[in-house]
């Protein structure tokens, strides 16, 4: 007699890919539900866990990382295991995951950018914000990326979070940098920074910047960069005006750029440039980013209640020796898994996957975080989202078929038979600890390993010493 699943005899198998916030807030509701036993597998394509809080949060907002205390209790959870290093698509595929696994939870994020879709964007000197922040929080596939900073000015596309994040660290001392965790390869090449103009470019208004006040006002800390605000960008129109008034951190964000505008220059040796109501619409150079081409736009009221630009035909160039576009992030297609590529995420109703946009649920697969919604909100975001999904996949349980072969030991076999060099969760403890050892004598946080053949061969000598 087979027994009923998620019971304590048969519980619910579940495989979550991807050990992202999103990741661990999936594992944590299934956790704590009562309806069911489950026994959970999160796996990681890279052998480190917490995605973008490893490596996307700035290495100089350590207070937000610490987030990856409630993630480390999800880990250690018995019902959970970790197996990092595994890639979904090529360690394992989604047709070997669905043979052992009632229920898949894609977790894997937003690996890739959009694009401005303009001439010479393609030009050496012109990057996705997407590789720079790899690079500088030390993501082992960016260790090699060749940012060239013997360049005097720099272009950020973009006023999200993620543009404010990149203007920071390109505008911060290296006393200010060399206490973090940035990548050690990172700190050394800003330490020799000869940027000192860094141009933010915002294709509409003041009103309708994205970021959020701490990350604006902190750009008016820094130790070695002033802020300029030009006055008349803050003339707002009719429009414009409206949707300030409904919105008290769009009113905060306006006081700390009035603020900057009237402060002006000090004499500080970086000076930081905002430009609104402004479109890149070519970048410029033979061979190397020399300049970006701006289209200057007006504010138009759309009736949802939406504020767009357009272009009024007058351009003028800034010279630039780098440009990074930060306009948002995309998920990339995994094989086997349905991808919606005009929104770049997986396709779903809720959480629950469908096999195509507004199409047929995919019985036993579901999706959280930014892979479901895209790149928007913060860390905290995901747990909603997360919880939202869960709840859908506990109300899916009577319906699913279960997995003939659930036994949670066939997925470590066939790992091992293909020799996939996977680590679990004491493994990567113990990389933490190596990490954090090597940080301390220095005052930093952690010294990030960045090579994933070293990662492996310290846990390898660590095995081999127990
Ligand atoms: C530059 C930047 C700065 C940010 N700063 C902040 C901040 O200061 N505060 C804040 O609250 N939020 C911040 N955010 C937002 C926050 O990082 C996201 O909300 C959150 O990380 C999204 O979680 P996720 O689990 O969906 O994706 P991710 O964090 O990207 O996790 C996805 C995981 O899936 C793995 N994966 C992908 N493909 C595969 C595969 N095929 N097989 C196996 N594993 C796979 C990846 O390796 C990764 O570990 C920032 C984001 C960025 C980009």
Known sequence: MTSQLGTGARPLRVAIVGAGP????????????????????????????????RYGVAPDHQKIKSVIKVYERTMADSRVRYFGNVDLGSDITQPELKQHYDQIIYAVGALSDRRLDIPGEDLPGSFSATE?????????????????????????????????????????????????????????KLAHSNIK???????????????????????????????????????????SEAELAADRTTQRNMETLREFAERGVTGKPRQIHFHFLRSPVEICGDGQVTSVRMEKNLLVAKEDNYIACEGIGEFDDLPAGLVFRAIGYRSVPIPGVPFYDRWGLIPNQGGRVTATHKGETVPGEYVVGWAKRGPTGIIGTNKPDAVETVNLMLEDVPNLTPVADANPSAVVQLLQSRNVDYINFIDWQFLDQVEVKRGAPQGRPRVKITDVDEMLDLVRSKQGEE
């Open 22 to 53: 999103s990741g661990f807030y999936a594992a944590g509701a299934l956790l704590q539900q009562k309806d069911y036993h489950v026994s959970i597998d999160i796996f990681d394509r890279l052998p480190t866990p917490y995605g973008l809080v």
């Open 132 to 188: 720079f922040v790899a690079w500088y929080n030390g993501h082992p596939d960016f260790v090699d990326y060749e940012v060239d900073l013997s360049v005097e000015s720099a272009v950020v596309v973009g006023v999200g979070n993620v543009a404010m994040d990149v203007t920071r660290i390109l505008a911060k001392s290296v006393d200010e940098l060399s206490k973090t965790d940035i990548a050690d390869h990172a700190l050394e």
């Open 197 to 239: 103009h860094i141009h933010i470019i915002a294709r509409r208004g003041p009103v309708q910047a994205k970021f959020t006040n701490p990350e604006i006002k902190e750009l008016g800390e820094l130790e070695v960069a002033d802020v300029i605000v030009k006055p008349e960008d803050l003339v707002l129109d009719a429009a």
